[in-house]
């Protein structure tokens, strides 16, 4: 099963005629990881995600748009990225109640 997390943009992205408002990002397979350090992913380092975000994309984001996302976007797609990366177990377990 493919996870994905559609995203509601903070601010749109313009892309000719049309206006990107929501993003969905599924969940990357190891090829797509390519030329990243999962730990630079895991801590969202900004060029580590602009790697991978136009390969998880739909619609598809080119490096240019994800180097000019909206800051808090940004973090919106870095913490759904890091969130890929964990363990089912550990996700599990961090939204158990105490």
């Known amino acids: 099963m493919t996870q994905s997390n559609s995203i509601p943009l903070d601010t749109p992205i313009k892309r000719g005629e049309k206006e990107i408002t929501e993003?969905?990002?599924r969940k990357p397979d190891s090829g797509e990881l390519r030329g990243t350090n999962l730990t630079d992913l895991l801590q969202m380092d900004v060029a580590a995600l602009e790697k991978?975000?136009?390969?998880?994309?739909?619609?598809?984001?080119t490096l240019y748009e994800v180097q000019h996302l909206d800051p808090a976007d940004?973090?919106?797609f870095g913490a759904v990225v890091s969130s890929f990366l964990l363990p089912k177990a550990?996700?599990?377990a961090a939204?158990?109640?105490a």
Request: no cysteine; proline share 14%.
């Open 23 to 25: 993003v969905t990002l």
């Open 52 to 61: 991978v975000i136009p390969r998880i994309s739909d619609p598809s984001l």
């Open 74 to 76: 940004l973090m919106q």
């Open 90 to 92: 550990t996700m599990q």
């Open 95 to 97: 939204y158990q109640p």
